[in-house]
């Protein structure tokens, strides 16, 4: 997955697993991979989604299939695509059609495949939802629907509201992105000025039965946050995403203000409100991945590489380069005392670190981490920091491996600072063959952190 050339790996060992140690550098990679092949949908859909016959198994719930006269997949997001491929394995003929939007398209039978753009909204992405929607309008009480919400569905399935244009979208979400702002806020107004989030999807699919499959990329594993919630109810409003625009500083088109206050001092909601409970009350959403899968098999990998592990949190958050500095304030307490783990060890963490943009450069949180991580690492230890999709940021990279070596001295930690507060952090890393590129991984269930310390 990772190119180990790159990043130096060390394949010796020290007796390797069962009773050894590997060596922290190819520890730290197995994690990863580990982690990212565990929250694939080839793994998550062949142990979740089963077929007996006529009987369909979603996590605890069983379907008749005989009782529905279609069976459709509809969805968007960076793994949408993904699981849509590993429902027709399971299911194969019994699929009749469907439409996915995302940006790692994979062949699916009878579900048609739009490609869109990730992390900003295109023109592919707004046709791609307006034809999902047309499609879901056309289905009735007779059809089952596997609705696909993945992270990256925010930006992917795209359907702005009455009078937003593309480009007010795009200047919208790229304001956001920069703002810093937590992705629940971030969500908060992408649901306000859209048709498909904060349950648009169930209304369309109304009176279908529907069954969301969700691959969480967001800490709190809420469904209405992943994807913005295309079919959860929104438990948002309009003058609660005016209080984000307002707190966070966000510069967001005029078109959009106006949209939300005319939204927010609407006083007759309920028959819009009524109209989507009906549609929801045929919705079940189920959790089928999220962080904690990754870690979990990460950590497996350390163990049986020899290292015990510890997993800090699947819920870091907040600025990147701080979260940083308390990962490696760990691994230095590790090495003196023995706590909170003894070494050789692994400290493992997920979650979603931000980055308030103030420069014009290329990185991502992961590579902001990485870097503000790597000016205070304790020799010997590795550091590896991916987003589980593969783009961190808006490059072309997963995340970064680094070590106290990264920055081996008084000219290259002055790189670095600058680097930081020019949010340029990506070509430091590059130049020091630090990066970690892997291409689309098909999944994506937020950050996956791996701190190996050895003995």
Do not use: W
Request: hydrophobic share 40%; net charge negative.
């Amino acid at each position: 997955m990772f190119d180990r050339d790159d990043v130096g790996d060390d394949r010796d060992t020290e007796g390797g697993g069962h009773g050894g140690t590997s060596a922290p550098r190819r520890v730290a990679l197995d994690a990863l991979e580990a982690g990212i092949d565990a929250a694939h949908p080839r793994s998550v859909i062949a142990a979740d989604v089963t077929l007996d016959g006529e009987t369909l198994r979603v996590a605890d719930r069983t379907v008749d299939l005989s009782a529905y006269d279609e069976i459709l997949v509809f969805g968007g997001g960076n793994a949408a695509g993904r699981v849509a491929a590993a429902l027709d394995d399971q299911l194969g003929d019994h699929i009749d059609g469907g439409i996915v939007v995302t940006d790692d398209p994979a062949p699916a039978g009878a579900v048609e495949m739009i490609e869109g753009t990730h992390p900003l909204p295109s023109e592919s992405n707004v046709t791609g939802t307006r034809r999902l929607l047309d499609r879901a309008r056309e289905c009735d009480a007779d059809t089952l629907a596997l609705v696909a919400v993945t992270g990256g569905g925010s930006a992917l399935l795209t359907a702005p509201s009455d009078d937003i244009g593309l480009d007010a979208l795009s200047d919208l979400t790229d304001s956001l992105l920069r703002s810093g702002a937590p992705i629940e806020a971030i969500n908060t107004v992408r649901r306000a000025v859209s048709d498909v989030k904060g349950g648009g999807l169930a209304a369309a699919l109304a009176p279908a039965t529907a069954i969301g499959l969700v691959f969480s990329d967001v800490t709190s594993d809420d469904p209405a946050v992943v994807a913005s919630g295309p079919v959860s109810p929104n438990p948002t409003t309009a003058g609660d995403a005016l209080d984000v625009l307002d707190d966070y500083d966000v510069d967001a088109p005029r078109v959009v203000i106006e949209h939300l206050e005319s939204k927010s001092n609407e006083t007759d909601q309920t028959e819009s409100d009524d109209a989507a409970s009906v549609a929801l009350d045929r919705v079940s959403v189920h959790v089928l991945a999220d962080g904690f899968t990754a870690l979990s098999a990460a950590a497996s990998s350390c163990d049986d590489a020899g290292y015990e592990s510890l997993i800090l949190s699947r819920s870091v958050r907040g600025e990147a380069r701080e979260a940083a500095k308390t990962h490696v304030a760990l691994a230095e307490e590790a090495q003196i005392t023995g706590n909170p783990v003894e070494p050789p060890a692994v400290i493992l963490s997920g979650g979603e670190t931000t980055v308030t943009v103030r420069g014009d450069g290329t990185g991502g949180p992961n590579q902001e981490f990485a870097v503000s991580a790597a000016l205070d690492l304790p020799d010997s230890v590795v550091l590896g920091a991916v987003d589980t999709d593969g783009i961190d940021g808006a490059t072309d990279a997963a995340g970064a491996l680094v070590t106290a070596e990264t920055i081996a001295d008084s000219e290259d930690e002055r790189a670095a600072t600058v680097a930081l507060a020019d949010n340029d952090v990506y070509p430091f890393l590059e130049a020091r063959d630090a990066l970690l590129i892997s291409g689309a991984t098909g999944t994506n269930v937020n950050d996956l952190r791996v701190l190996v310390v050895p003995e």
